[in-house]
């Protein structure tokens, strides 16, 4: 035994070698943005010069990135990124919330209560995902208008719902369907209502797939600027419209040190999601279209 | 015609009514204006701010909405957001033919009552007032006036290559030609479609003349859009490429300022907001920066106007719209806004001492063309057309500009077609 | 599991089977489902059919109700831009989606083989996905242009003749995009992969070693097969995210130069907000929905007939 892998050991160590060669070159090439942002936002502006991307900071300072959260202009507010990092999370919470307990509910109903036509309510349901967002624009503002909700947190809230439960219904649904229906007859059968076996057979094995949903939502709507400019008043924008105000306010010398500083803080939420809980979210994502 | 002390007193005189009025019922409702603008730059949103304090010493709040990027864009994507829903801002940043447009659509409310009191009839110069006018009545209040038609220029860079400011389109591109054997970039740009369409008018009353300008840009005459002159302006704005850096597509007009302002590149054609880039840089006009009317358009005078559009609202906050457009002219605003943005003021009467020599000559050529004639609408910044032939204007524009093989010809015909298409 | 005395159960007997509590549990499925069967009736098609009508009509600045027929889909089809952009769409979702296949793929594969740091490397490879291109549109710009970013870089290492310039070449600026998207979701699509190899049943592979068959055979005429609704899924989210591509647009060419780099969706925008075309944006999106069906349909109908099946 022992022979064998001696004897494969020059060949095996090249193969190792040039595996582990190609796979540190991806993850530069995945890492060369953010590490350019994160390296930027640590440099004095003096230091911000063509070609130097890279370049380590010669006296790294944290000053872009007070200055970003607190500081920094757009218009006439000097407040930095910081009170609208608590707007989008004050969207953020309920809609992901909502969004996730409704698909849950859906996938549920789909899955173990099927009628007549309700395959055909999924598929159609469906299509809500694949609708470019710029598409609803105008209707949505008008209907937010209709419902009293246009320019409010509210209103933001429920387009996020709205265009969110396409998702959350197909990752629930797809994992739902894979979960054995003979509990959930027998439970039928002893008497068990509609939220009762819910709550006692599905929920307890449904954590894969609710961290599936709450991160992609998560991260779908945290990101969101398409929404959150059109429907949002002065008041209510969410942190991806600040740093687009902050990025494009144009004059004098650009401050690409504060500009990369709120980049990361608006990104920062979302990637620690992923660094904490990909795993799962991979995992859970997979669970349902993919058998051994 | 109105002497700026008369006037003055007029004005003194509304704000200490309106001060006292205020008195009685800021307390009863604090009336409150929203302003969706993308006035969002550093020296923008100070002179903005005057405003602000101007409306809140009367006692009206200010609700400040800016939203920045791509030149009003994302802003105007938010207006018409709101504007379906039933809730407009009780003002916006809108100009030119577009104005009318939201006027057509019987959303903008009149300030005729302000207008009259204010005589603003005699106060604005015709031109200007045409444009903030809807059906007979006013419907928004002019903040500024821009030049378009400038030509920018670090003196060491031009020293360095031993050439003057250039007079003609000729004598550009022998400058060009010297400044970039001395090791410079001749011209400073950015390749966006606005800053190509920018260029491109400003080639096109060079080598045209305003009465060309007009029947192309204005009147979208399909003969004059598809004659020589045209397709001889178009080969002529072509050529300014040569001028030009490779790494220029996308680049945002203040950072090709900043390449004149570092001394990396000699010279630059664009709207005098770009002082305010050059002041913001601590530079003074005529020392550390030059400023000429771009080569060839000395006699004429590319105007681009800032203007703040009323929306229709209820009453209360009516009282505080009125306000608003009667701040907007108040000297104090105009001078203020002005000598930040590097525009000249909406109103000629104001005493321009504290202005620099750009903005003093800019006034006196905005004068002497509105007189003379030569005084013709931006079609770059959306004073001359509506959005929709503007923008098949720009994808000419800005798709021949950066073609490697298509000809002027061709290009030509395009820009008839776009006219057509439009209509 | 004490499922067995449940408040709701149906009083003694089949008689009483019918009792309201009994009909209430058979429509409440329903009931739970109805609202959002509601939205989507309302915010889905209705928005849609709402777009279709707006696409008939003359519409400018907003929506009116003149109706021209199909003159702004003529008009669409005159228009040289929207040529250009559906090209791209075609161009840079193909590549897009191929890209990150292969891509996904091997890395995937690659990164099955016992790595130490396995966990950090996934990571590392799925982070792009968490970040929206308003974000990263900023660095993206910096890295792509010539003067500033890689190039420069690059250039600044000693190596002058250095060129990367797609970002200011219009016959290249659309490959920048590939480029940023790829970066964007093969990580993902890595992700789905590895996932589904150790799904895969380890008996396969021994059977198939001890058959003699070299490495790279198995991979290709096992294991890949194996990966089947791996793919599906894969393709599928792609080839929506290629459709839906627009910050990604905005944020590094903004459709430049020129509108060498213009997109659909870009297209769309453009012209339904900030040119005062709506009627003609409308066509243009019910052309982009069109697109979308032609995708969506063959996949919802093989996936709901794996289902029936499996």
Not at chain 2, 141 to 169: D, F, I, S
Not at chain 2, 269 to 284: N, S, V
Request: one cysteine or more; proline letters at 4%; charged letters at 15%.
């Amino acid at each position: 035994m022992d022979n064998v892998i001696r004897r494969r050991t020059f060949g095996a160590r090249l193969g190792r070698a040039l595996l582990y060669a190609v796979l540190l070159l991806a993850a530069l090439f995945y890492l060369l943005p953010l590490a350019v942002m994160l390296v930027t936002s640590l440099k004095p502006l003096a230091e911000i010069t063509p070609g130097t991307l890279l370049s380590l900071p010669q006296e790294p300072t944290l000053g872009p990135w007070t200055k970003a959260w607190g500081e920094a202009c757009t218009g006439m507010r000097c407040e930095g990124v910081g009170v609208y990092f608590f707007n989008s999370i004050a969207i953020v919470v309920p809609a992901v919330l909502i969004s996730t307990i409704i698909g849950a509910l859906n996938g549920y109903a789909l899955t173990k209560w099927r009628f007549k036509g309700s395959e055909l309510l999924f598929a159609l349901m469906l299509f809500g995902c694949f609708i470019p967002f710029q598409v609803v624009l105008l209707p949505m503002a008008q209907t937010l208008g209709w419902l009293g909700l246009s320019s409010s947190r509210a209103g933001l809230i429920l387009v996020h719902v709205v265009f969110g439960i396409a998702f959350t219904t197909l990752f629930f649904r797809n994992f739902y369907v894979a979960v054995p229906t003979e509990l959930v007859s027998a439970a039928k059968l002893d008497g068990a209502g509609f939220f009762r076996i819910f709550w006692r057979i599905l929920l307890p094995v449904s954590a894969p797939i609710i961290v599936v949903s709450v991160i992609w939502q998560f991260t779908q709507i945290w990101n969101d600027f398409l929404f959150g400019v059109a429907f949002s008043a002065h008041d209510t924008q969410p942190v991806t419209v600040a740093l687009n105000n902050l990025v494009n306010t144009s004059t004098g010398a650009r401050e690409y040190n504060v500009d990369m500083a709120a980049a990361m803080i608006a990104a920062l939420p979302t990637l620690i999601v992923y660094v904490l809980a990909g795993k799962y979210f991979v995992r859970g994502l997979t669970a349902g279209s993919v058998k051994g | 015609m109105y002497t700026f002390k008369t006037s003055f007193q007029k004005t003194a005189l509304v704000v200490a009514t309106a001060a006292a009025t205020s008195l009685t019922f800021a307390s009863a409702h604090a009336a409150e204006v929203e302003v969706l603008h993308w006035w969002t730059s550093g020296g923008e949103a100070r002179a903005a701010n005057v405003l602000k304090e101007l409306m809140e010493a009367e006692g009206y709040g200010w609700q400040d909405f800016a939203v920045a990027g791509g030149g009003g864009e994302t802003a105007m994507t938010v207006l018409k957001s709101r504007a379906m829903s039933g809730n407009p801002p009780s003002a916006a940043q809108i100009k030119g033919p577009e104005i009318q447009e939201w006027g057509e659509l019987g959303l903008l409310g009149e300030l005729d009552e302000v207008a009259d009191a204010e005589g603003w009839d005699e106060l604005l110069p015709p031109t200007v007032a045409e444009v903030m006018r809807h059906d007979g009545s006013y419907v928004a209040v002019p903040v500024n006036v821009h030049r378009v038609n400038w030509l920018w220029a670090n003196p060491e860079v031009l020293e360095a290559a031993g050439v003057e400011m250039p007079t003609t389109l000729d004598e550009l591109f022998t400058a060009g030609e010297a400044i970039r054997e001395a090791g410079y970039v001749p011209l400073a740009h950015g390749g966006q479609a606005w800053q190509d369409a920018t260029v491109f008018e400003t080639v096109l009353l060079a080598t045209g003349g305003t009465e060309f300008y007009q029947q192309t840009m204005v009147e979208l005459d399909e003969q004059a859009l598809g004659s020589e002159q045209m397709i001889e302006a178009l080969e002529t704005f072509k050529r300014l490429r040569e001028l030009m850096d490779d790494d220029m597509p996308g680049r945002d007009w203040n950072i090709a300022t900043s390449m004149v302002i570092n001394g990396d590149a000699g010279m630059q054609l664009m709207g005098d907001w770009a002082k305010g880039e050059f002041t913001a840089a601590g530079l003074t006009a005529g020392e550390d920066y030059l400023c000429a009317a771009a080569p060839g358009t000395q006699d004429a005078f590319t105007f681009n106007i800032d203007s703040l559009a009323m929306f229709r609202v209820e009453d209360g906050e009516r009282e505080a719209q009125q306000a608003l457009a009667r701040l907007v002219l108040e000297p104090t605003f105009q001078e203020a806004f002005n000598l930040a943005k590097g525009s000249i003021p909406a109103r000629p009467d104001l005493d321009m001492s504290e202005f620099d020599q750009c903005a003093q000559q800019s006034m006196q050529d905005f004068q002497r063309t509105a007189e003379e004639g030569g005084l013709v609408p931006s079609m770059a910044h959306g004073m001359a057309v509506r959005a929709d032939v503007q923008g098949a204007i720009f994808d000419v524009v800005t798709n021949y500009f950066n073609s490697r093989d298509m000809a002027a010809e061709e290009a030509a015909r395009r820009m008839v077609n776009a006219a057509q298409a439009a209509l | 599991m004490s499922l067995s005395t449940p408040a709701v159960r149906p009083a003694a007997g089949p008689g009483a089977r019918r009792s309201h509590a009994g009909l209430l549990q058979a429509w409440l499925p329903k009931l739970v489902l109805a609202p959002s069967a509601a939205i989507s009736l309302f915010f889905v098609y209705g928005f849609m059919l709402w777009t279709f009508i707006l696409s008939l009509t003359s519409s400018r600045m907003l929506p009116s109700y003149d109706f021209v027929g199909f003159a702004q889909y003529a008009r669409l089809m005159a228009n040289d831009r929207w040529w250009v952009a559906s090209t791209n769409l075609v161009v840079f979702g193909g590549m897009f989606v191929a890209i990150c296949l292969a891509l996904g793929l091997v890395l995937a594969i690659l990164l099955d083989q016992r790595i130490r740091q396995e966990g950090a490397l996934r990571t590392i490879y799925l982070y792009p996905m968490a970040l929206s291109f308003i974000v990263t549109g900023v660095v993206w710009k910096w890295l792509l242009n010539p003067g500033l970013g890689i190039q420069a870089m690059v250039r600044g290492w000693g190596f002058e003749n250095f060129r990367f310039d797609w970002l200011v070449d219009p016959d290249m600026a659309v490959y920048t995009l590939v480029i940023a998207a790829v970066w964007q979701a093969s990580g993902f699509v890595m992700a789905l992969f590895l996932a589904g190899l150790r799904g895969i049943d380890d008996s396969i592979l021994k059977a198939a070693q001890l058959d003699g068959a070299s490495l790279p055979r198995i991979y290709w005429r096992v294991v890949v097969p194996c990966l089947r609704p791996v793919v599906f899924s894969a393709v599928m989210i792609l080839s929506h995210i290629a459709i839906k591509s627009f910050d990604l647009v905005v944020a590094l060419t903004n459709g430049g130069p020129g509108y060498a780099s213009d997109l659909p969706a870009t297209f769309m925008y453009a012209h339904a907000f900030t040119r005062a075309q709506i009627g003609l944006g409308s066509a243009s999106a019910m052309l982009m929905l069109g697109g979308v069906l032609a995708i969506l349909i063959p996949y919802l109908y093989s996936e709901l007939r794996n289902r029936r099946h499996g």
